[in-house]
Every structure is written in C-alpha cells, then in structure tokens.
C-alpha cells in the first residue's frame, strides 16, 4: 500500500523560503518519478514540479522555475521541494504525488503573506 506523508508547510513572509518533504513508503521509491501539485482555493490542482526516478531529471511550473527546486533522496525514501522567494501567489495546500500509483499525500499547508 503506498503511503506518502507531507510537511514542512506554514506561515512565511514574501521572499521566504520554505523545505516541504514528503516520505514514501509501500514501494520502490528509487524505481519511480515522484512529483509536487499544489491547490490554491477556487483553483484547479496544478503541476509545480516533477523528478524522474533514474536520473533526476527535472521539469518545473513556469510559475515556479528559477525559485523552486525538486530532489530526491533514495536513501531516505523522501522527495523535497525546496521554495524560495516565495510570494503570496504561492500560497495553497502542497500534495505530493506518486504517478505510477496515482496516489496523493494528505497535503501540507503554505501560506506566504507579510
């Protein structure tokens, strides 16, 4: 059964920086891409950033290029999403994704406002 657990998520000033994780367990993680989506109230979910499994390619919201990074530890079963410069754009709950598996996390909160 795959399980992934987010945090990390809170409340940050614009030009913040935040470090989601997400812990993977019920598969082998260093197999398969993992992925971040976000959803922000009254929007749709969307793509922020995704890494494949092998070599660590990675593709990025035009939103979010330049200041978002995605990285994977194997070791640890746990993908990141590093934020910077944040702004109150980016405010939404964060979701990690398992795309081969189409199963989500619970989601972790992040709030960027002065």
């Known amino acids: 059964q795959v399980q992934l657990v987010e945090s990390g998520g809170g409340l940050v000033q614009p030009g913040g920086s935040l470090r989601l994780s997400c812990i993977a367990s019920g598969f082998t993680f260093s197999s398969y891409p993992m992925s971040w989506y976000r959803q922000a109230p009254g929007k749709r979910r969307e793509l922020v950033a995704v890494i494949t499994a092998f070599r660590d390619s990675t593709n990025y919201a035009e939103s979010v290029k330049g200041r978002f990074t995605i990285s994977r530890d194997n070791a640890k079963n746990t993908v990141y999403l590093q934020m910077d410069s944040l702004k109150p754009e980016d405010t939404a709950m964060y979701y990690c994704?398992?795309?081969?598996?189409?199963?989500w996390g619970q989601g972790t909160q992040v709030t960027v406002s002065s």
């Open positions: 994704y398992a795309p081969h598996s189409g199963s």
